[in-house]
């Protein structure tokens, strides 16, 4: 009976130690991804969300006073005729 409670015991170790090789291959797996999908995001050069908002935002800002300045030119045109 001895044998056999051995064999179990030495068939549990080889158990755990391919779940622990099964789990570092897939810690490894996941990292070296990471790492390849980080290098392919620095070598396409896009932009951060924080810096695309702020771009955003200056662009509404700008589209925003050329408006106004619109409205200004056509105001002062039509003074410009009703004078004239």
Same mark, same amino acid.
């Given at each position: 009976?001895?044998?056999?409670?051995?064999? !179990?015991?030495?068939?549990?170790?080889?158990?755990?130690? %391919?779940?622990?090789?099964?789990?570092?291959?897939?810690?490894?797996?996941?990292?070296?991804?990471? %790492?390849?999908?980080?290098? !392919?995001?620095?070598?396409?050069?896009?932009?951060?969300?924080?810096?695309?908002?702020?771009?955003?935002?200056?662009? %509404?800002?700008?589209?925003?006073?050329?408006?106004?300045?619109?409205?200004?030119?056509?105001?002062?045109?039509?003074?410009?005729?009703?004078?004239?």
């Amino acid at each position: 009976m001895q044998t056999q409670s051995s064999v !179990f015991d030495d068939l549990a170790r080889l158990m755990t130690g %391919a779940m622990g090789m099964a789990q570092g291959a897939s810690q490894e797996a996941r990292s070296f991804m990471r %790492a390849q999908a980080d290098r !392919f995001v620095a070598e396409m050069d896009l932009v951060g969300r924080d810096d695309f908002e702020a771009v955003k935002q200056m662009a %509404a800002d700008a589209r925003a006073e050329a408006d106004a300045l619109r409205a200004r030119v056509e105001a002062l045109e039509a003074a410009l005729k009703s004078k004239a």
